[in-house]
């Protein structure tokens, strides 16, 4: 009798790297750090990544790019190792920062990949030594330009953010009220400063307090003599009457 030999296939393997610098320069690994940060700020319940391996297409690992940066707000934050599109949340927005080295990509096939296929909802597109800003919108199965506003701001309306640049030029986000979220070195330098304020405080608080005590002090000091006197008025007058 023959035997029915079931066939074991192994799992597809979707690696965790594409074997490519994590980013440009200096200049965009640490912007890319430091807008991941902001995110994380800003969507603290969401999940927040960058240069991590996205695969688009179930069962094909080929089908694979790697944003710089990405926000998902329907996503739990933590550690991923790989991101499947078919398993994870919708992602809300792409940014990508470009050199003359990625600039095709960016504005090709990763613009292609994001609208066409993914309906990512807003995508940005920064290139930190360029200085050139653009923030796309999803429109059908393409992207439209957004328009700044008045303040040079692009609003990303349904995500209750803004995107621009600081009197530096840096790339930056902005909170609902049109204030800069904090970078991480910023809110250190903010952390130190409000402790040297609050250190300040304490200072003038222990200062006063040390001139209240004194004045007290000074106040009982004259109050006793000012007894004193009395009482040697009075037992002078008392051996006045005494003698008379």
Same mark, same amino acid.
């Given at each position: 009798?023959?035997?029915?030999?079931?066939?074991? *296939?192994?799992?597809?393997?979707?690696?965790?790297?594409?074997?490519?610098?994590?980013?440009? *320069?200096?200049? $965009?690994?640490?912007?890319?750090?430091?807008?991941?940060?902001?995110?994380?700020?800003?969507?603290?319940?969401?999940?927040?990544?960058?240069?991590?391996?996205? %695969? %688009?297409?179930?069962?094909?690992?080929?089908?694979?790019?790697?944003?710089?940066?990405?926000?998902?707000?329907?996503?739990?934050?933590?550690?991923?190792?790989?991101?499947? *599109?078919?398993?994870?949340?919708?992602?809300?927005?792409?940014?990508?920062?470009?050199?003359?080295? *990625?600039?095709?990509?960016?504005?090709?096939?990763?613009?292609?990949? %994001?609208?066409?296929?993914?309906?990512?909802?807003?995508?940005?597109?920064?290139? !930190?030594?360029?200085?050139?800003?653009?923030?796309?919108?999803?429109?059908?199965?393409?992207?439209? !330009?957004?328009?700044?506003?008045?303040?040079? $701001?692009?609003?990303?309306?349904?995500?209750?953010?803004?995107?621009? $640049?600081? !009197?530096?030029?840096?790339?930056?986000?902005?909170?609902?009220?049109?204030?800069?979220?904090? %970078?991480?070195?910023?809110?250190?330098?903010?952390? =130190?400063?409000?402790?040297?304020?609050?250190?300040?405080?304490?200072?003038?608080?222990?200062?006063?307090?040390?001139?209240?005590?004194? =004045?007290?002090?000074?106040?009982?000091?004259?109050?006793?003599?000012?007894?004193?006197?009395?009482?040697?008025?009075?037992?002078?007058?008392?051996?006045?009457?005494?003698?008379?």
């Amino acid at each position: 009798m023959k035997r029915e030999v079931t066939k074991i *296939t192994d799992p597809i393997d979707y690696p965790e790297s594409d074997g490519k610098p994590m980013a440009e *320069t200096d200049i $965009h690994r640490n912007l890319l750090f430091q807008l991941i940060g902001a995110l994380e700020t800003v969507f603290p319940e969401s999940y927040v990544s960058g240069n991590i391996c996205l %695969y %688009y297409e179930e069962g094909n690992p080929k089908k694979m790019i790697s944003p710089d940066v990405l926000l998902v707000t329907r996503g739990e934050p933590g550690e991923k190792r790989i991101f499947k *599109t078919w398993k994870e949340a919708p992602i809300d927005l792409v940014i990508e920062l470009s050199s003359r080295k *990625t600039r095709k990509v960016d504005y090709g096939k990763k613009k292609h990949i %994001y609208s066409s296929l993914l309906k990512v909802p807003w995508y940005v597109i920064f290139d !930190p030594e360029k200085l050139n800003l653009e923030v796309f919108r999803i429109f059908g199965d393409g992207y439209e !330009p957004v328009e700044e506003d008045e303040e040079d $701001h692009y609003s990303l309306s349904d995500l209750g953010i803004y995107i621009s $640049h600081d !009197p530096d030029k840096r790339l930056r986000l902005l909170d609902h009220e049109k204030s800069f979220v904090l %970078y991480g070195d910023e809110r250190v330098d903010q952390e =130190r400063y409000r402790a040297d304020r609050e250190s300040y405080r304490a200072d003038q608080e222990r200062h006063r307090a040390e001139q209240e005590r004194h =004045r007290a002090e000074e106040e009982a000091i004259q109050r006793r003599l000012a007894e004193e006197k009395v009482k040697e008025l009075e037992a002078l007058l008392k051996r006045k009457e005494e003698e008379n």
